[in-house]
């Protein structure tokens, strides 16, 4: 294969506006390359997954129709270290195999691949990656925000807070930074700038400004 297109690698904790970055930068033209979304395709009806998952977890872990069945999933490795990285270890090459595919297919001048726990998983993912950029806001309002969207309360959004990365681990592994303590228009700005440097560093062929 040859040389993948420059790829600036997006994360940051729950609730800390990845989509919102995310949707910002797609407006702009930028191409993403979502991980969960893979995750989500490789998981779905008669996913690329669900044959190994199928065989390690049992037929109970398919719905009718093929796809994971997510909450009996989350059941089985919920405080259960080895089980889920079983489930890991199925779900990770195959994610880290098609993001590849995908940014190797982006014609735009660079790729955003969006690896929300990119800080856990280092190892798989800086070797894709020309610049990691870190979207960051306040603990209180990661779990504010998540709890305002449909889906989890407060203490579910602080337990999956706890559950990740520390703040300070990300920030340590940043090339860029987007704080979103700020309003929306704070956001689309700090963007719209990265989005410059991104187009220059891109058409450079470099990752260093
Ligand atoms: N600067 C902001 N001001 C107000 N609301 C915001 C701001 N940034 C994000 N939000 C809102 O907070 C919520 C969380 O943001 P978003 O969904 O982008 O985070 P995320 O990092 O993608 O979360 P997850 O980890 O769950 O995917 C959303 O409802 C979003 O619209
Ligand atoms: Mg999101």
Redesign the pocket.
């Known amino acids: 294969m040859a040389k993948l297109p420059f790829c600036v690698g997006l994360t940051?904790?729950?609730?800390?506006?990845?989509?919102?970055?995310t949707r910002v930068f797609a407006r702009l033209g930028a191409q993403i390359v979502d991980t969960?979304a893979i995750a989500h395709q490789l998981t779905g009806p008669d996913g690329a997954a669900m044959a190994a998952i199928v065989s390690v977890f049992g037929a109970e872990m398919a719905t009718c129709t093929g796809a994971l069945d997510r909450a009996a999933m989350r059941n089985r490795v919920f405080s259960n270290p080895e089980l889920r990285k079983a489930l890991e270890d199925i779900l990770h090459p195959l994610i880290r195999a098609e993001s590849v595919r995908r940014i190797d297919a982006v014609n735009s001048s660079y790729a955003l691949l969006v690896v929300?726990l990119l800080a856990e998983n280092q190892a798989a993912y800086r070797p894709l990656i020309d610049r990691i950029l870190v979207?960051d806001?306040d603990e209180t309002q990661q779990i504010e925000?998540?709890a305002?969207?449909p889906g989890l309360n407060v203490e579910q959004a602080s337990a999956i807070l706890a559950s990740q990365a520390s703040r300070a681990s990300r920030l340590a592994i940043a090339d860029d930074l987007i704080d979103?303590r700020?309003?929306?228009p704070?956001?689309n700005e700090q963007v719209e700038r990265l989005h410059v440097l991104y187009l220059k560093l891109a058409a450079k062929g470099s990752a260093q400004i």
Request: proline residues 4%.
């Open positions: 940051g904790g729950i609730g800390s506006g990845k989509s919102e970055v969960d929300p979207v806001c925000r998540t305002a969207r979103n700020g309003d929306l704070r956001l």
